[in-house]
């Protein structure tokens, strides 16, 4: 019986340490019109769904290497291209639900790591060359 109880608490401190290590910054529903430039080095998901951000500049991501997950769900984003994104080559998902996107850069090239992409309700052309 104390052998089952060892195990169950380095169970229990190694999925303590895992989520200790993900950080996780939520500014969902806040206004904002762009990426905010004093989001921390070490950040791992980011959330800034339900925003007025219009556009993704070449520079918001160039020190979050290790962003994992971005959610920019219902924004006003009308266009995403390659060097914007070009930095964030371990996300796991990114979701741009419900912006005003019309193409999108070959993702799949630059992000070997993303398992989920969003992008229902965006007024995206479906062009031979994207798919």
């Known amino acids: 019986m104390e052998i089952r109880r060892l195990l169950w608490l ?14 996780y910054v939520d500014l969902s529903n806040r206004g904002l019109t762009s990426v905010p430039e004093d989001i921390a080095p070490d950040v791992t998901h980011l959330y800034l769904n339900n925003n ?6 070449q520079t918001d991501f160039n020190d979050n290497n290790i962003l994992t997950g971005l959610n920019l769900i219902s924004n006003e984003i009308t266009t ?3 060097d914007e994104l070009s930095y ?24 070997p790591s993303l398992n989920e992409l969003w992008l ?7 062009c031979c060359s994207n798919v």
Request: proline share 4%; with cysteine; glycine share 0%.
């Open 88 to 111: 964030l080559t371990k996300l796991t998902f990114l979701y741009l639900n419900d912006n005003r996107l019309t193409a999108l850069p070959n993702i799949a090239q630059f992000m």
């Open 120 to 126: 229902k309700e965006n007024p995206l052309e479906c």
């Open 10 to 23: 380095l169970v229990c401190l190694a999925n303590f340490e895992e989520r200790l290590c993900a950080k």
């Open 52 to 57: 007025d951000i219009t556009r993704i500049r």
């Open 80 to 82: 995403i291209t390659f």
